[in-house]
């Protein structure tokens, strides 16, 4: 088959959609390892009535058909806060994205993505980056090594094959994403330990839980250092007030507060620590389905998740103090309690941190002193747009 057999329709209105969802659910079931997420979860993130990035976000979800037959999807969207961040940081004028990339074959993959530049020129976008889906704080990059074990929780998973078919269609490499992988059943180098117990002697930091008493007012708190940390990476894009609340609803079930750490100087917060443990776990014994019993198997794993392995999604320490001893000695602190924490109430054996930007030396000179080492690397890829 040929690229002019392969039609490109959008996937308009819930029932268009709910098509995009179920096929992407297809495609993800052939890759081995992949876990089956939830549907309801996947139909909010590309929903504009609930999902508060579509509040600055212009998207359009595409489809492609041979004959009656869809044989694969992809988005198309521009992120207006994208759009006004600095260009030396990424993403800045003329960028926009695709995502939700699922191909049955070569031909298929060339289709998807010319659709998807041409809906961005449309737009008045000069290059196209991705996978990103849909934010970048959501599902950012392509999966190009660790093909070969599950992922963790909000981790995308991808088939090798989807690199080459977006670099042959024009695309190169713009950044790496990085995990790494930890047993945290294994104490630290006796150096790391020496740092942590400094800190623990120091009157003027303290180490705390979240409190979920004062939730909204914690997830302010830890979303204010993220902005404030994170605002000089490749990528950055701010967290909206909508998008915090957003994302304090749907993080607060699988909170549990001895994960997830506040670092304060002086009373004042300064750091923090969110620590997620692994839902794709029981996602993979109840097939992604909460009906008829797997809500069950759910609730009871959410109240104490035990043994279950350990994600760090989000890790920052505010700028003024980056580059400095005290910064390091916070991530140590936070990432040795948590630890401490999670073997000890949860029975878990294996952390992993991440996504790490590759040119991130800070975060990864910490990961590499901790002993963990990459376990997958995510890639998100770029091309100019000229003409029509």
Do not use: C
Not at 187 to 197: D, G, H, K, N
Not at 257 to 286: H, Q, S, W, Y
Not at 367 to 387: C, H, M, Q, W
């Amino acid at each position: 088959m040929t690229a002019e057999h392969i039609e490109i329709r959008a996937a308009a209105g819930k029932k268009g959609r709910s098509a995009f969802v179920e096929l992407g659910r297809k495609f993800a079931a052939r890759v081995p390892h992949s876990v089956p997420q939830l549907r309801a979860e996947q139909l909010e993130l590309i929903d504009p009535a609930r999902n508060p990035f579509f509040g600055h976000a212009r998207v359009e979800l595409l489809i492609a058909w041979r004959g009656e037959r869809p044989v694969g999807r992809i988005s198309a969207h521009v992120d207006e806060i994208a759009l006004a961040m600095p260009a030396a940081q990424g993403f800045g004028p003329g960028t926009g994205f695709f995502g939700y990339f699922d191909a049955e074959d070569e031909a298929v993959a060339h289709a998807l993505l010319a659709a998807a530049e041409a809906r961005l020129r449309a737009w008045d976008m000069t290059r196209a980056l991705g996978p990103v889906s849909l934010s970048i704080w959501e599902e950012p990059g392509l999966l190009v090594r660790g093909q070969d074990h599950s992922p963790t929780i909000m981790m995308g998973h991808h088939p090798a094959h989807y690199r080459g078919w977006i670099e042959s269609a024009g695309y190169a490499p713009a950044k790496s994403l990085l995990t790494y992988a930890l047993d945290i059943t294994q104490r630290f180098p006796p150096l790391i330990e020496r740092i942590v117990a400094s800190g623990e002697r120091n009157p003027r930091i303290a180490v705390r839980p979240v409190d979920k008493r004062r939730w909204a007012e914690e997830i302010e708190t830890v979303l204010a250092i993220l902005n404030d940390a994170w605002s000089d990476n490749w990528g950055f894009v701010p967290f909206t007030p909508a998008e915090i609340a957003y994302a304090g609803k749907k993080m607060k079930p699988i909170i549990h507060p001895r994960l997830n750490m506040i670092a304060e100087l002086d009373g004042v917060p300064v750091a923090f620590m969110m620590t997620l443990p692994d839902i794709n776990g029981v996602l993979k014994r109840v097939r992604g389905r909460l009906f008829p019993f797997g809500w069950l198997h759910l609730l009871r794993w959410l109240k104490k998740p035990t043994g279950a392995d350990m994600r760090v999604p989000l890790m920052g320490v505010k700028r003024e103090l980056q580059n400095s001893r005290l910064a390091s000695q916070l991530a140590f602190m936070l990432i040795d309690r948590i630890k401490t924490n999670a073997t000890g109430l949860y029975g878990s054996r294996r952390g992993e941190i991440g996504w790490i930007l590759d040119d991130n030396q800070g975060m990864i000179a910490i990961a590499d002193a901790i002993n963990s080492t990459v376990n997958r690397e995510y890639v998100i890829f770029a091309k100019p747009l000229s003409g029509p």
